[in-house]
T-cell receptor, first 116, second 115 residues
Framework: AQKVTQAQTEISVVEKEDVTLDCVYETRDTTYYLFWYKQPPSGELVFLIRRNSFDEQNEISGRYSWNFQKSTSSFNFTITASQVVDSAVYFCALSEALDSNYQLIWGAGTKLIIKP | NAGVTQTPKFQVLKTGQSMTLQCAQDMNHNSMYWYRQDPGMGLRLIYYSASEGTTDKGEVPNGYNVSRLNKREFSLRLESAAPSQTSVYFC??????????????FGPGTRLTVT
């Protein structure tokens, strides 16, 4: 079965610390996409990043960076110099083929608490 | 630009009552989705509509029905609510479902409690 595992249920760090959220996936497909979404306390889900299975370059966007390693089936998310506003639940998701369509398989999420 | 809107934001039902959750998107997306979010379980797909005029079951469809009223609107109906349907419901849309790269855009959610 294809699935996405976010083993860290909750992480708590002090502001300005770096923190890494882990995401491990399983798939038999050769073409797939990985996503990260953020769910702040207000409840909405916000798209952060998309990465395709053929592009293993790391991506950096400000304080956010993503490390995709196909060899270990991982797509980890690092926040550098964390801030209180980063407090949220973060979801990793895998898009893969289902019949003639694609579906998103979601991880259970990691709750990140940034303490001032 | 409203994106994806959902109504209502909160609802309390008694067991056996029915209700319809409404969702609309203004991004001209082909595909729309209904998810439920329960603590510790991430998002689970209830139903989806790959394009106007089609609907299909997702991972947890039992107890729900959907209608894709037009390209913009996708409603979720609970015919006889049960306490197990207490959850937060999210509607989402994407450009289509045949391309794996399109991200989904989400509405603000509906918090439903069934007593």
């Amino acid at each position: 079965a294809q699935k996405v595992t976010q083993a860290q249920t909750e992480i708590s760090v002090v502001e300005k610390e770096d923190v890494t959220l882990d995401c491990v996936y399983e798939t038999r497909d050769t073409t797939y996409y990985l996503f990260w979404y953020k769910q702040p306390p207000s409840g909405e889900l916000v798209f952060l990043i998309r990465r395709n299975s053929f592009d293993e370059q790391n991506e950096i966007s400000g304080r956010y960076s993503w490390n995709f390693q196909k060899s270990t089936s991982s797509f980890n998310f690092t926040i550098t110099a964390s801030q209180v506003v980063d407090s949220a639940v973060y979801f990793c998701a895998l898009s893969e083929a289902l019949d003639s369509n694609y579906q998103l398989i979601w991880g259970a999420g990691t709750k990140l608490i940034i303490k001032p | 630009n409203a994106g994806v809107t959902q109504t209502p934001k909160f609802q309390v039902l008694k067991t056996g009552q029915s209700m319809t959750l409404q969702c609309a998107q203004d991004m001209n997306h082909n595909s729309m989705y209904w998810y439920r979010q329960d603590p510790g379980m991430g998002l689970r797909l209830i139903y989806y509509s790959a394009s106007e005029g089609t609907t299909d079951k997702g991972e947890v469809p039992n107890g729900y029905n959907v209608s894709r009223l037009n390209k913009r609107e996708f409603s979720l109906r609970l015919e006889s609510a049960a306490p197990s349907q207490t959850s937060v419901y999210f509607c989402a849309s994407s450009e289509d479902r045949v391309t794996p790269s399109y991200e989904q855009y989400f509405g603000p959610g509906t918090r439903l409690t069934v007593t």
